[in-house]
């Protein structure tokens, strides 16, 4: 994609908490009702119908966050797959189509062929980060639909986003950071809600999370932002990603 807010990405590691996804309009959808508002200000037992921990991972609301970590040493040695290495966590409580907004950041841990990442519905939509970048992939993995290169995690630091999931669309922009955007008809299908991995051997941190049912309609400007965005060609990849 050729559009970029390079300049602002770079202001984007020094963004705090104080800094949120709420000055990003929706593009794309109409919001319509607001289903998940958590702010993870009080210490409290975790909803199982909205949060769902994977792979034994362990998440808590501590210190006003939701903090997630891998699964214990004893779990790790009892399998020989989906052993809960990184903290994941899914939203199953999601509408099929929706708008999220969220904070998040990702603490230490080892990049992986396959994770850190954040997806819209599981192998759907996602967004994996390497020392390449952030690539927009769907398809299980299959179908990179928007990469931006600039776009590397930076340890230890809040990013902050509004997602919007539309029929066959995706948006996802980042405060003060980039734009990624993706059209594919594999996303036209049921989806099972918002997820996140880490690093792994790290932890994870969500705050400020929002969740709107959508309107049937689309943004009466999407046209218009959709100019600017200039999508990419997909790119196939090839051999399929393994899937996680």
């Known amino acids: 994609m050729n559009y970029r807010f390079t300049l602002g990405f770079l202001l984007l590691g020094l963004a705090t908490q104080s800094v949120t996804a709420e000055s990003l309009s929706p593009q794309l959808v109409q919001l319509d009702t607001l289903v998940l508002d958590a702010d993870f200000s009080k210490s409290e037992e975790l909803e199982k119908e909205n949060w769902k921990p994977r792979q034994h991972t362990r998440w808590a609301i501590k210190n006003d966050v939701l903090r ?31 708008a999220i907004q969220f904070s998040i950041r990702f603490l230490k841990g080892d990049q992986t062929p396959l994770c850190p990442f954040v997806e819209f519905g599981h192998h759907k939509a996602r967004i994996f980060w390497s020392d390449q970048g952030a690539q927009l992939l769907a398809n299980g993995e299959s179908v990179q639909l928007d990469h931006d ?29 980039p734009i990624l955007y993706g059209k594919h008809p594999s996303l036209d299908s049921k989806k099972d809600g918002f997820g996140v991995a880490g690093f792994r051997g790290g932890r994870v941190e969500l705050d400020d999370i929002k969740i709107w049912s959508v309107k049937d309609s689309k943004n009466k400007s999407w046209a218009t932002h959709l100019r600017r965005f200039q999508p990419a060609p997909h790119k196939i990849l090839k051999p399929e990603k393994a899937k996680s």
Do not use: M
Not at 159 to 176: M, T
């Open 149 to 177: 290169s600039n776009f590397k995690l930076e340890p230890d630091t809040w990013y902050h986003a509004l997602a919007e999931i539309k029929g066959d669309e995706v948006l996802i922009r980042f405060s003060h950071g």
């Open 68 to 98: 997630g970590q891998p699964s214990t040493k004893a779990f790790q040695a009892s399998q020989d797959h989906h052993q809960g290495l990184e903290p994941r966590l899914s939203i199953p409580s999601c509408p099929q189509e929706y």
